[in-house]
């Protein structure tokens, strides 16, 4: 991927851009939390030909920390602007875990400019069929990007699918971690406190792929069950795997995405 650093409305965001077919809608990424850009490389390796565009949210990775706390609405306003930025008038769009909220928001705040949403490991936010404490407890804390070796143990408990018998898959993962600091982590759960999408899913109108790892013990797949209930336009896909299926099971899972954007 190409990366390119952006002022958008005053705040500097660090974006990765793989070159595509113009002809196509690009792939706008919503990333999960404390991922930088390359987090999700693998996956977009395995693409077909359109143009994806995924950028460091403020605070994480190369993006600079924000002057205030945001909210995904604020996410989602400058995504567009980084989107006019960028020429592209209409996006494909793709919410990972905690990318989930702002994708979410992105389709209702700017419905015209998402042609088709994929929400992929998330949930409707505030009001979701929570994780287990013990997972929600270590998830709460940073520790995982900072220590290799706290990783490498608690990979399989926070992860599920393929986390819990490739342990060279964590090294490979934690190849890709940028980390800065611990504020942007910490910005990124105070941004979705009390956010929920519940009131206003069934308003969306894009067509939606929803697909759930079944072995995912940070969001249940419960949870994809109800967004692909609740969207009046969606389809629910499981995946034999845990929460980094887009990673883990990155061609399966890019074969899924690139048919039903197709």
């Known amino acids: 991927m190409r990366i390119a650093l952006h002022d958008v409305d005053g705040q500097v965001l660090r974006v990765g851009t ?12 919503f990333n999960g939390i404390g991922a930088n850009v390359e987090l999700v490389e693998p996956f977009v390796e395995t693409l077909d030909e359109r143009e994806a565009i995924v950028f460091d949210v403020p605070g994480v990775g190369g993006s600079p920390a924000p002057a205030l706390p945001y909210r995904p609405r604020t996410l989602a306003r400058l995504a567009a602007r980084l989107l006019d930025q960028l020429g592209h008038r209409q996006v494909d769009v793709l919410g990972v875990s905690w990318g989930g909220a702002p994708a979410q928001q992105f389709a209702f705040q700017h419905g015209a400019r998402c042609r088709r949403l994929v929400l992929a490991a998330t949930s409707p936010g505030h009001l979701m069929v929570p ?31 393929a986390m819990r ?28 406190i009390g956010w929920s ?17 079944q ?20 389809r629910l896909v499981t995946i034999d795997d845990g929460h980094l299926f887009l990673i883990t099971s990155a061609r399966q899972s890019a074969a899924i995405i690139c048919d039903f954007l197709r």
């Open 18 to 29: 793989r070159p595509g077919d113009k002809t196509l809608p690009p792939l706008l990424l």
């Open 215 to 234: 072995d995912d013990p940070l969001v249940p797949a419960v949870n994809g069950r109800i967004l692909a209930r609740l969207i009046p336009n969606a």
């Open 131 to 161: 994780a287990k404490p013990s997972v929600l407890l270590k998830m709460a804390s940073p520790r995982r990007y900072r220590d290799r070796g706290y990783m490498k143990r608690i990979a399989g408990e926070i992860y599920g699918g």
């Open 165 to 192: 018998h490739s342990p060279e898959l964590v090294g490979q993962h934690l190849r890709h971690v940028r980390w800065t600091s611990d504020a942007g982590y910490y910005l990124q759960l105070l941004a979705v």
């Open 197 to 213: 999408s519940l009131p206003w899913l069934p308003l969306l109108r894009q067509p939606a792929l929803i697909m759930a790892g």
